[in-house]
């Protein structure tokens, strides 16, 4: 993350000095999605450091959700960044357009592009490896960087090989609604981490090793919830014994059953359970109720 930063601010200086060269709006539009970027990464990487926070007596969960609020946040400020970039651009068909030094500003944004690919793609694969979703999100956002320099290279040649202008504020619109999608993408992400939507492949996981663990210990488990907290992934479910199991031996059977689904989703994986006996089986006790 702090790579990541440091990357956004140099990245920035070039762009910048481009499009004030240039007068490109295009080249305006991504050196203005790079200072959204600074100030997205600069909240990301505090959260990322709040998120690693253990544990305390007001946090009895940990930290963990901060980075969908990060992630809110950062697609949020990508969205405002793609508004901008849209107005821009409407505004230069009014008042036309007026370019210049174009060929520096096709080596700085491949330069830019070619930096953010390799960074915005191993943000994405630590993010994964990790379970993170903010080291993700910012990864994604770096990658948003990478398309809208395609686009300022797309359109910065075919002004040079059409000397027609106009190119510049199209792939200007372009750029800024492929950011503003994925701006979107990632509000839309971190509205289902606050509200603790499930994840669907973790859940078919899950499931599929407790009905193997099920048949084989001939147990039954029912009540079954999880939920992302932005780093760890925590699992309910009720296990149901036979009435004349001792509390020892189902507490024995209970915990393999735990550290095996824990085991599935390492290094992350928090798991819970709550034992009854099967003539109480699916009996919903006042608390349970929505």
Known sequence: MNLSLGVAVLLLVGKATAAFL?????????AAESVVHIFAVSFAAWALRLSHKPADETHHFGHDKISFISAGFEGSMISAAAVLIIYEAIKQFFFGVELANLGFGLVITGIAAGVNLLLGLSLVRVGKRTNSSLLSANGMHVLTDVWSSVAVILALLLIKATQWPWWDPIFAIMAALNILRMGL????????GLLDEADPRVEQQVRDLLD???????????????????RCHWIEF???????????RAHDEATEIEANVASLIEPHGRVITHLEPRSAERRIEDWEKP
């Open 22 to 30: 240039t007068g490109s709006s295009v080249i305006y539009s991504d």
């Open 185 to 192: 993408k990632l509000i839309r992400a971190s509205l289902g």
């Open 212 to 230: 193997e663990e099920m048949t084989a210990r001939d147990l039954a488990y029912h009540n079954f919830r999880h939920r992302h907290s932005g």
């Open 238 to 248: 009720h296990l149901v014994f036979p009435n004349d199991m001792t509390v020892d």
